[in-house]
DNA sequence: TAAATCTCTATTGATTTGATAGAGATTATG
DNA sequence: CATAATCTCTATCAAATCAATAGAGATTTA
């Protein structure tokens, strides 16, 4: 399961992609639009900020715009800034790799092998899916009416 | 991630798998295998055995046996029983599915459509991924010497 | 009857999660 | 320049979850 924050994080930046790019949003706003607690949200986007998904601009009229184009930010990444690695183990993990304290014999395990094709499986779906997919896969669904 | 507890789970169930179908092992010579703590091996047993994966014969000499063949039992199901749904959302998941508490739209929800495609390929793998599967693989990474 | 085992429930300490708070730093504007 | 509006940073907190331990009970064999 993702955490709370990881579903926070990807609505506020998904509704910063249906924005004007150069149109700085306050955090109150996108707070109010994306249903996140505004102090908590706040911590959110300086975490994005840090990893360059989102730029900001601070005193008055200040915001936060998307660091780059929306085709651009995957939803991997996303998750990974607020959840940490997508794989079910440390050791099937591909951007955190840690071997398991207490494997005996990693080769050989497994376990471990399924828990890499889920892994596999899970990144290519995430590292495939940009912001702007989802904007079009919303558009689909919901037909300008 | 998967828990600790799942991987335990795991490790005890492949143990299991590898043994007579009809010796029962106990829990102490189990949680030596597996390096799992004793009791808390138990807890995770009783867990298993309610659902079915496990049967246990009590008092002396008795212990835990598979349930059924070791190629009907899935990795999805072990880590459904300890860690819950697969989905990385409970909108997403299709054994437990809830709706989300502040969800405005579920139809156009371009977020829930993402984690729909990455619980149907988690599911792929994991529910068709059985303890015998893997303990062929076991033997296929490992030949024997 | 005693020993070996599974069964059940409670408890505990550590960590994580989700959220709130408030004091800075920075900028636009009147 | 003063002030209001904003982002920035760190601390704190309560509740939940996780990992593990404990121990009394029930069951079976010898």
Redo the contacts between chains.
Sequence with gaps: ??SQKA?YA??AM?HLAAKPKDEPQQTADIADAA?VPRKFLEQILLDLKRRGLVYSVRGRNGGYQLGRDPKDIE?AEIIRIID??L????CASRTAYRR?D?C??E??C??R???I??RN??A???ER?SLS???A??RK??PAA
Tied chains: 1, 2.
């Design positions: 399961m993702l579903r990807l609505r998904l249903g939803f940490g690695p794989a079910l183990s440390p398991c207490d005996t014999d080769a050989t497994a376990i092998k399924a828990l094709d889920v499986a899970t290519k779906i995430l899916h997919d989802a904007l896969d919303r669904m919901k």
